[in-house]
């Protein structure tokens, strides 16, 4: 089990992708959920995971994540995935000590751009480069189910 | 990746214990459903694994158990199920080339005996020992999660 302390923005330019060392493609999807958490099946790259994300408490929730065979992850996302697939790809940047990572989605979601950090404790400043947009950290709109569905229903994100 | 196919009976007598030949204790939690299927943690004696099942096709479901760390799955049954955790003793009793489980719950199902049995395929004709009793396989009301509402709400089961 880890801690995840997390927090999300939108981006203010697309100054990110002079800075980028490193990308990866994620395919993520959404098995199954409760009051109590999430249970997400994802591929980066060539690797999969299965992940457990507890119900968020101030910036930080419980985070338990394992990795799986391959092609089970491929079966999972094809047949025991309750909402639509999401696929992003993740640009790394680093900044400081810190590692900010940017998600432009494709698929559904495509035009939705997201930048995250995460951190070693909450009360940690956060050096915000210029690109960096507003913060949307636990904004109910901004989590990607309620973005799925506004997607779905035709609205503007 | 397996494919479960299981039958499962209410037991007729108490026979079964002469034939006994091994126990474990199970500890089970539902994290999360979905329409598509369920995602479970157990602890088996000293061994845990997340379950995923896909939703019943027949006799047959899908399912893709992954071992986990003891100490992560004591921490997802404490705080992470959505629902009460399932407490039971499994004995195994072989008959011919099959071994039936009979689970004895205890705790809120306490009471609740179910005898079960994996079959490699769907076709294979099952030879039934005197104290197996009715087949329930498929009914919704032994269900886990419908044999635990079921008993939250005081009925008989």
Request: proline content about 3%.
């Amino acid at each position: 089990m880890a801690v995840e302390i997390e927090r999300k923005f939108l981006v203010a330019s697309e100054c990110w992708k002079e800075h980028v060392v490193r990308s990866v493609q994620l395919r993520d999807g959404l098995i199954a959920s409760s009051d109590r958490g999430k249970v997400r099946v994802r591929i980066i790259d060539d690797k999969a995971t299965l992940a457990i994300k507890g119900a968020r408490t101030g910036l930080s929730r419980e985070e338990y994540e394992y990795e799986i065979p391959f092609e089970d992850a491929v079966a999972l996302l094809d047949r025991h995935c309750a909402g639509a697939i999401l696929e992003k790809t993740r640009f790394f940047v680093p900044n400081g000590d810190l590692v900010w990572e940017v998600d432009v989605y494709s698929g559904i979601l495509s035009g939705v751009v997201i930048a995250e950090i995460e951190l070693p404790a909450e009360n940690i400043a956060v050096d915000r480069p210029s690109w960096v947009g507003i913060e949307v950290t636990g904004q109910e709109e901004y989590r990607k189910i309620n973005m799925l569905s506004a997607r779905l229903s035709g609205k503007q994100l």
